[in-house]
């Protein structure tokens, strides 16, 4: 048996079994970041690949929210998104069709 098969078949036993990764591969005598490895490689070449058709998208509200006032626009057609990270990094994005940025 080559390595890849022997570890993807410790993988397989991994995930049967209720057990950590650290846990499970102390007891196989593998290194927890070369199993580790072998996990990712697995679950890459195991998981299916999404098609464009399955792209989903979110909706987006219609309107800038009232208190981001530097961006005054002349259409009232825009939409904004707000992402909050875990570190507290917020990026907002904005989609108008006409910015006046002058105050």
């Known amino acids: 048996m080559d390595k890849q098969n022997h570890m993807y078949s410790l993988v397989e036993e991994w995930k049967s079994s209720s057990m950590t990764k650290g846990d499970f591969s ?38 800038i929210s009232e208190n981001k006032k530097e961006f005054q626009t002349k259409s009232t057609d825009c939409k904004a998104i707000l992402i909050e990270l875990p570190n507290g990094v917020k990026i907002s994005i904005y989609q108008c069709d006409a910015l006046n940025l002058s105050k």
């Open 26 to 63: 102390a007891t196989k005598s593998v290194t927890y970041h070369s199993f580790n490895y072998w996990v990712q490689k697995y679950n890459q070449e195991h998981t299916p690949k999404k098609s464009k058709s399955e792209v989903s998208f979110f909706s987006v509200p219609d309107k």
